[in-house]
Nanobody, 114 residues
Framework: QVQLVESGGGLVQAGGSLRLSCVAS????????MAWYRQAPGKQRELVAA???????NYADSVKGRFAISRDNAKSTVYLQMNSLKSEDTGVYYC????????WGQGTQVTVSS
């Protein structure tokens, strides 16, 4: 069983920055692909960024050049640095352990005011 706990969300003005963190329990973190998803009100959950165990990162087109995903295996933590935030980035951000298993965190709210 793996637990994922997100933190770092909040209210920020457009153009500002936030860093989200997700701490994973268990011993498989270093071998896992991790990802951040978000869900805006009334919309489907969407992939924001993912990082493999080999640190290969992929991003949604809407966040390329603004967001950066990283990981610290010693701390079993994955981060999402979000810069130049826009109102359309508002939503609940979820951490996911994608493989070799499938776990989700509870989410953290990010609100960007224009």
């Amino acid at each position: 069983q793996v637990q994922l706990v997100e933190s770092g969300g909040g209210l920020v003005q457009a153009g500002g920055s936030l860093r989200l963190s997700c701490v994973a329990s268990g011993s498989i973190f270093s071998q896992s692909t991790m990802a951040w998803y978000r869900q805006a009100p009334g919309k489907q959950r969407e992939l924001v960024a993912a990082i493999t165990s080999g640190r290969t990162a992929n991003y949604a087109d809407s966040v390329k050049g603004r967001f950066a995903i990283s990981r610290d295996n010693a701390k079993s933590t994955v981060y999402l640095q979000m810069n130049s935030l826009k109102s359309e980035d508002t939503g609940v951000y979820y951490c996911r352990l994608v493989e070799p298993y499938n776990y989700w965190g509870q989410g953290t709210q990010v609100t960007v005011s224009s």
